[in-house]
């Protein structure tokens, strides 16, 4: 569990770590907290002939939030938001996630960029990126461009990122006040990946039905998905029991998780129907 | 006037814990040797398959690169490591090679080792070597073993190593007029200690004085000493097995592993001192496997709820070889099935099957978890059938005090018989009751509350301790009046300096802070057993309080000649010898030391005996549970430190859990391990299990030892299985969910309830 020999560089503004990643043509790393990328070199399943170390670069650390929503730069760490006490009103369903994610020490380190970027499709930060409609600033050889979470993740445990780009900010709309949202995600242990999880929100008109449903799911999939049909079924309806359980079903028809050492994917279905049936009753509390 | 001391019995702190707290242990990777270099240990990749070459060439050109050293290179015999316990001939031909040599049988069999400057370009020369493999059919299960897809000893002609067997009685007349039968299969899975502190080992080279000495040792040193010695033909004297600070062991480490062998022979080939430092995927593919059993047994009740008979079939995964103690766990599975229960007739076979995963040994009450499942949920389910209340059924069937000393099943081959030495198994099973609140929680039984199902179980255990055939300590009073205990007893996290030094302070009635014990070295005493089967109390123990006779015995004689009178005119009180109103402090006592040795002999375990009880709620929408409440109550005979015990229930208790929920070493068909980490493989962490509780009683001293202690350092896990595969299926009684396989992960769990619904509405 020796990482394998590589070249490190710690550059202090964008355009130089930049510059670096262009100048290794894909054979560079960008480390910053090191959540994921650590055990990866340990079991040399990443061999990056370099690591671009984003520790001195200035102004990714900030959690802004505004009119139009909150900005996450990509150095903020987990337990920046976990103490950022404005989320719990200006974006709750952001801070209930953050709170399965790992453990203390971890959540010391590890950071929004990192998380996204790594793109892990049980990871909670990629699922509410994707639950939201997050969008992304990148930064690269060719300038900044801007990029919606749905394009953002493209496989397993990959992005539309460029060799050459870094994420530099997450981007998450607007929270209305009167929003109601929730978050479950069942896991083995306590900061252990999630087997599944939920991440929900939706608005309700003046006759109190359902509009703007937005449902995510995490850990079902090749990375991080939004359930369109159960939002058609729930958009304009009001929640009750029987939509609940009509929701439940479908989203259980609508995920086709694979199988792996730790479940069979219809346990992983499963486990999502029974997730969004207990988090929409939570919403509505 | 006399002062005794009174050191047994109090909860001491320990004393190991002030340097270890402070980070002042000092573990085998902190021991480092002027001039040492680093070995690190290629692995075989393919489950089973033919070794066609070897090319290290391109590893030994890369900077730093000392040696790679394969089988050609260990003489024209690769060594192999023989069985410590149950040494029979014919197991012989399953005896691991220290290197692979013509053929690899698991995932992590060790091929190579490179040793370098350091531990990183070792691994880097590690990938440059091109190991040439022809893959064989893997055997990676069962069924596999017994259709032959591959026989990994072409020679034996079967992977069916040897065949246990466990008789009492005459279970086949027994079981033709029995009133009701029940035949049922189980599945344990496989899973293993995972000691904090990985393995270790650094060995030094003394070519002008001809000696070799080897820090990391642990658990068995003598044993590992004498092997070692005849694999390198050196004489006893060598070679020296240091024992550092270790961090758990629980039946893993410490066995004569293959590193036990190429770290030290390395050193010795190169010339310098050489250190190996396990990582934690190495330990998951290299150390001790465990459980993994199956099995097909029935079980004869009468109509009044009499047990009378266990009958039936166990196959015991045990993987590519059989290790230094791999034959204790499937034999101990057949032998203490019947437990803490009366049962007449017993005719149990367990068969040792050879798969293509790394090799099995013990793990903290080994066969016990196992067996305790399979017969924990055969009462349960027997007391559904036969509508007796579980509770009642248990107690009529309990080892009464009267039936002491109680035989249980014998065992052949390699012939062993034991019995139960003493207790009051049904005073301990009312406290349980009593302690848990049985009756009053009662009522929660197949409650949904708040989206859980509530369930309660309870169940008995026996835990053998205390194996021989002796152990050995040095006592010497110096010359300043501090006592120094050497003992053969080693230390694998279980507070055995603590334990020892309070043993002795009150044999010596002396100042427990006078006393210094020493464990660590294969020169400290002749001869020594170690740490297994929870034998260092009792047998280190009552070594001491053995010696501890000698050595006031000489102490009277030397003051006896100062103070001129007889020695057994002499009083030894309070540190110090007198006679006739004179008096001799230890200190200065003698000009020499004073020193003396003992042995204690012993072939009867100790047995401690306990009972457990669990509430469980279940979620049966994600098949996850939740321990509302555990209660051990244990009798261990005598009572040396309740702190150090307490802390060795709880620990074993979370292990027993995560060996029912959590704990997995999962397989492919083609023998390929997928549980290589910590990410895959789940410990139990702090937060998981927070309600446990442990009560110790005394209410039977041990009858064969001095001390009246019992060896209980497993107990706490041995019931755990079966206690909470019976609490989820009370849990789900409603739904007549019957777990039969460990672990209760929720997938696993969420399926039985899926099943019995789909059954139930198909009715």
């Known amino acids: ?285 | 006037m006399k002062s005794f001391n009174s050191y047994i019995g109090r909860p001491m702190e320990r004393v190991e814990d002030l340097r270890m707290v402070r980070g002042r242990g000092t573990y085998v990777a902190d021991v480092n040797r002027p001039n040492q270099l680093y070995a690190v240990i290629l692995r075989s990749s393919v489950a089973h398959g033919i070794i066609r070459s070897i090319d290290s060439s391109e590893a030994l050109a890369l900077p730093g690169v000392r040696r790679v050293l394969t089988a050609k290179d260990l003489g024209s015999k690769v060594p192999v490591i023989p069985l410590r316990l149950q040494p029979l001939p014919q197991l012989e031909p399953f005896h691991q090679p220290v290197l692979a040599d013509e053929k690899v049988r698991y995932v992590g069999e060790p091929v190579a080792l490179v040793i370098a400057d350091s531990a990183a370009i070792a691994e880097d020369a590690l990938e440059r070597i091109v190991l040439d493999i022809e893959p064989l059919p893997a055997v990676a299960n069962r069924s596999q073993a017994e259709a032959k897809r591959a026989v990994l000893f072409e020679e034996h002609g079967s992977n069916v190593a040897i065949t246990w067997s466990a008789f009492r009685g005459n279970a086949d007349e027994a079981f033709k007029t029995a009133d009701y039968v029940r035949r049922e299969t189980f599945k344990v899975q496989r899973h293993a200690a995972m000691f904090m502190e990985p393995r270790g080992f650094v060995a030094e080279w003394d070519e002008a004085a001809g000696k070799l000495t080897v820090w990391g040792a642990a658990k068995t040193a003598w044993h590992n000493r004498r092997t070692l010695a005849a694999q390198l033909g050196l004489a006893l004297e060598a070679v020296d097995l240091i024992e550092v600070d270790v961090g758990g062991g629980f039946g893993s480490r410490g066995e004569f592993y293959p590193e036990d062998y190429l770290i030290p022979a390395a050193a010795r080939i190169v010339g310098r001192p050489v250190k190996w430092t396990e990582d934690r995927r190495e330990h998951i593919m290299s150390a001790n496997h465990a459980r993994d059993v199956e099995c097909d047994v029935e079980f004869a009740v009468s109509r009044d709820g009499r047990f009378i008979g266990l009958r039936g079939q166990i196959w015991a995964d045990i993987g590519a070889y059989i290790r230094t103690n791999g034959s204790v766990g499937p034999r101990n599975v057949a032998q203490f099935m019947s437990g803490p229960y009366c049962i007449e007739h017993i005719d149990l076979k367990s068969s040792m099957l050879t798969t293509n995963k790394t090799p099995c040994g013990t793990y903290r009450g080994p066969g016990r978890y196992e067996t305790d499942f399979i017969r924990e949920r055969m009462i349960d389910l027997a007391a559904q059938d036969l509508k007796i209340d579980r509770v009642e059924l248990r107690r009529r069937n309990l080892v009464a005090d009267a039936q002491m000393p109680y035989p249980l099943a014998s065992i052949t081959p390699y012939d062993s018989s034991t019995e139960l030495d003493s207790g009051d198994y049904h005073a301990v099973f009312d406290r349980c009751l009593k302690e848990f609140g049985w009756d009053e929680r009662t009522r929660l039984r197949g409650q949904l509350i708040d989206g859980y199902y509530h369930g309660l179980a309870i169940g008995s255990f026996i835990e053998g301790g205390a194996a021989g055939p002796k152990e050995e300590a040095r006592l010497v009073l110096e010359t300043d009046g501090a006592l120094s205990v050497y003992i053969g007893s080693s230390s694998v996290g279980q507070g055995l300096e603590t334990i020892m030094a309070q043993i002795a302070a009150d044999a010596m009635e002396m100042s427990y802070d006078k006393i210094t014990i020493r464990h660590g070295s294969t020169s400290y005493v002749k001869d020594g057993y170690g740490a297994y089967h929870s034998r260092s109390t009792v047998m280190g123990g009552s070594a001491i309080l053995l010696a501890a006779d000698k050595l006031k015995d000489l102490i009277r004689k030397t003051a006896g000649a100062r103070l001129g009178c007889k020695a057994e005119q002499v009083v030894i009180d309070g540190e110090q010898a007198s006679f006739g109103g004179e008096h001799l402090a230890f200190a200065g006592l003698s000009g020499v030391p004073l020193e003396v040795e003992a042995e204690f002999f012993n072939k009867k375990y100790t047995w401690a005996y306990g009972t457990q009880a669990a509430h469980v709620a279940v979620d049966p929408g994600t098949g996850h549970v939740k321990v509302i409440d555990f209660i051990s109550v244990e009798d261990v005979g005598r009572m040396i430190n309740p702190l150090t015990l307490h802390g060795q229930a709880i620990g074993s208790i979370v292990q027993g859990l995560g060996g029912a929920f959590l704990e997995h070493l999962v397989y492919d068909d083609e023998g390929q391990l997928l549980t290589g980490s910590f990410a895959d493989y789940l410990m139990p962490t702090a937060s998981d299990f927070p309600n446990i509780r442990s009560i110790t009683v005394e209410l039977k001293p041990c009858p064969n030892n001095p001390l009246g202690a019992k060896g209980a350092g497993e107990g706490g896990l041995i019931p755990v299985g079966g206690v909470m595969a019976n609490a989820v299926a009370d849990a789900l009684s409603h739904l007549n969910v019957q777990p039969m396989e460990l672990p209760l992960s929720p997938p696993r769990l969420w399926q039985l309830v899926e099943q019995a619904e789909t059954a139930r509405s198909a009715d």
């Open chain 1, 1 to 285: 569990m020796k990482p394998p020999i590589f070249e490190y560089a710690s550059p202090s503004t964008v355009a130089e770590a930049v510059a670096l990643l262009a100048s290794k043509d894909g054979n560079a790393k960008v480390i910053s907290g090191g959540q994921s990328l650590m055990p990866m070199l340990a079991f040399r399943l990443a061999t990056p002939e370099l690591l671009v170390d984003l520790k001195h670069l200035k102004n990714l650390d900030a959690i802004s939030i505004g009119e139009d929503g909150v900005r996450l730069g990509a150095k903020v760490r987990w337990c920046d938001i976990e103490s950022d006490a404005r989320l719990a009103v200006s974006h709750p369903l952001l801070a209930e996630a953050i709170k399965h994610v790992a453990h203390y020490q971890i959540r010391n380190r590890g950071t929004v960029g990192g998380s996204v970027a790594h793109a892990d499709p049980s990871a909670e930060m990629p699922g509410i990126a994707m639950t939201c409609g997050a969008r992304m600033t990148i930064v690269g050889s060719a300038g900044a461009r801007i990029e919606a979470a749905a394009d953002f993740f493209t496989g397993p445990l990959q992005t539309s990122l460029q060799p050459d780009e870094i994420l530099t900010e997450v981007h998450l709309p607007p929270w209305p006040a009167a929003r109601r949202w929730a978050f479950l995600e069942f896991a083995r242990r306590k900061g252990d990946f999630a087997m599944a999880g939920i991440a929900l929100h939706y608005d309700l008109d003046g006759a109190g039905r359902i509009v703007d449903a937005h449902v995510g799911a995490i850990g079902v999939a090749d990375r991080p998905i939004r359930l369109a049909a159960v939002e058609a079924m729930l958009n304009g309806n009001r929640l009750d029991d029987r939509l609940i359980a009509a929701a439940s079903a479908k989203a259980r028809q609508s995920v086709d998780p694979p199988s792996d050492i730790h479940a069979p994917g219809a346990y992983r279905a499963a486990l999502v129907a029974t997730l969004l049936a207990r988090g929409l009753k939570k919403s509505a509390v």
